[in-house]
């Protein structure tokens, strides 16, 4: 991890400051528009929001990673003892693995609801069981775990000019909006995990169901009903966009940059799977990295006005080489 972030943070002793530096590795590795986005925030929260993704990240992989061929028993004993080191680390600001250990520190540094991190696991335990959702409203109750939480762990990091309980339903709402972006675009990667994350009475109403996602994905073949099903998707999470996008201006201004950087490359992912006739079952659709770097410029832009207009000090260097290289 870069020192500058680590110091500007103030986060001291070796072992500590290798545990985020392990989190931010989490981050760089598989989050690559949140990497980039969390480059654009000012260089002492960036530490924080690495904690916070890489202890996300380390319980989804425990819940995902099919690769070792855990039995969901095995893995649901992982996430129990993940779970007990959490709430151990939380009481006494430490933890035996390094994301417990980092995210505890910023639990405690920013006064983060304990609660936030229980509604997650429990949602990450559902993983082992559930594989559909039968309507949107039970999808909605799963991602209150998974999703929207995220984004009131985010908001003590981030800073409001408003009232927290203000901003806190559009926070919510964000981190809903890019879970469900991500479900439209991993379709058929989440198929091959067994699961179907879009709800079945939007597909039903379109004549779609399992059966037929599995013999699109098998065959390669495109199907009118699935295109016309996720149509109908990629409308309905656009109105949590809509949904979320008041609360950026409830931020800090500094910090505003960042989210809008992230609310417009996640939003154009739903962009990058219609100009791909919505074929998420077959393959990926991704942002290409030349849109990718006209928005980071333009977050880039909107952090130097923020910082002249706060009157703060001037990015530091490296920002933009960050940004750059995280688009390689």
Not at 88 to 110: E, M, S, W
Not at 265 to 277: E, K, N
Request: glycine fraction near 8%.
């Amino acid at each position: 991890m870069s020192r500058r972030e680590l110091d500007a943070a103030g986060i001291s002793g070796p072992d500590l400051r290798d545990a985020y530096a392990r989190c931010r590795k989490l981050n760089a590795r598989h989050g690559r528009t949140y990497f980039l986005a969390t480059r654009l925030l000012p260089v002492e929260r960036r530490c924080a929001v690495h904690a916070l993704y890489g202890f996300a990240r380390w319980a989804d992989d425990i819940v995902d990673d099919l690769d070792r061929g855990q039995s969901p028993e095995e893995r649901d004993r992982l996430l129990r003892l993940l779970e007990s080191d959490l709430v151990h680390g939380l009481r006494t600001g430490g933890g035996g693995q390094p994301v417990v250990r980092a995210v505890a520190d910023t639990a405690g540094r920013y006064a983060i609801d304990h609660g936030l991190f229980a509604d997650f696991l429990a949602s990450m335990r559902s993983d082992l069981t559930v594989t559909d959702y039968p309507t949107y409203a039970d999808l909605r109750a799963y991602m209150h775990g998974s999703a929207a939480v995220i984004g009131l762990q985010m908001l003590p990091v981030l800073g409001t000019v408003v009232p927290r309980e203000e901003a806190a339903p559009h926070a919510a709402a964000l981190g809903v909006a890019f879970q469900l972006t991500n479900f439209l675009r991993d379709v058929g990667e989440d198929l091959d995990r067994g699961r179907v994350y879009l709800p079945a009475d939007l597909l039903a109403a379109h004549g779609v169901d399992r059966p037929l996602l599995e013999w699109s994905r098998r065959t390669g073949r495109h199907d009118p009903r699935i295109r016309n099903a996720f149509v109908e998707a990629d409308a309905v999470i656009r109105t949590v966009y809509r949904e979320a996008e008041p609360g950026i201006a409830m931020l800090e201004p500094r910090v505003r940059p960042c989210i809008r950087t992230a609310f417009v490359l996640y939003r154009g992912i739903l962009d990058a799977v219609a100009a791909d006739d919505y074929r998420v079952v077959h393959r990926r659709s991704v942002v290409p990295r030349r849109r990718r770097a006209v928005v980071a410029a333009a977050g880039l832009a909107r952090i130097l006005g923020a910082r002249v207009r706060t009157r703060t000090t001037a990015p530091e260097p490296g920002v933009v080489a960050g940004a750059e290289g995280s688009l390689r």
